[in-house]
C-alpha cells in the first residue's frame, strides 16, 4: 500500500522539485523508505556538487554495502584529485 502512496503521490513531487533544481543546476537527491527496507530514490546530480552530496548520494546507492561505499568514495576522490591523505580509511585503501 505505501509503495502506490510512494508512486502516485510521492514521486511525482519530487519529480516536480527535481525539475525545478535542474533548471537552476541545484544538486537534488530525496530517499523515502515506503516500506522496511525498500526506498524509493529521486536524484538530480551535477559536474560540480559537493563533497556531502556526493557521499549522501553514493550512501543511498550503495547501502548497506560498507565496503562498496568506502570503495566507491575512494574511487570517485581518486578521480577528482581530492586529498584524503587524513582519512585513516582511505590510507587503508592507498589512497594519498
Given at each position: 500500500?505505501n509503495e502506490n502512496i510512494?508512486?502516485?503521490?510521492?514521486?511525482?513531487?519530487?519529480?516536480?522539485?527535481?525539475?525545478?533544481?535542474?533548471?537552476?543546476?541545484?544538486?537534488?537527491?530525496?530517499?523515502?523508505?515506503?516500506?522496511?527496507?525498500?526506498?524509493?530514490?529521486?536524484?538530480?546530480?551535477?559536474?560540480?556538487?559537493c563533497l556531502v552530496m556526493?557521499?549522501?548520494?553514493?550512501?543511498?546507492?550503495?547501502?548497506?554495502n560498507i565496503d562498496g561505499?568506502?570503495?566507491?568514495?575512494?574511487?570517485?576522490?581518486?578521480?577528482?584529485?581530492?586529498?584524503?591523505?587524513?582519512?585513516?580509511?582511505?590510507?587503508?585503501?592507498?589512497?594519498?
Amino acid at each position: 500500500m505505501n509503495e502506490n502512496i510512494y508512486d502516485t503521490e510521492i514521486a511525482p513531487k519530487l519529480l516536480e522539485i527535481a525539475k525545478i533544481c535542474e533548471t537552476h543546476e541545484i544538486p537534488f537527491l530525496a530517499v523515502a523508505e515506503w516500506a522496511e527496507g525498500k526506498v524509493g530514490r529521486t536524484e538530480l546530480q551535477t559536474n560540480n556538487e559537493c563533497l556531502v552530496m556526493v557521499m549522501v548520494r553514493h550512501c543511498a546507492k550503495t547501502a548497506p554495502n560498507i565496503d562498496g561505499y568506502v570503495i566507491g568514495l575512494s574511487r570517485w576522490a581518486k578521480e577528482k584529485n581530492i586529498d584524503t591523505s587524513g582519512s585513516l580509511i582511505m590510507n587503508q585503501l592507498g589512497n594519498r
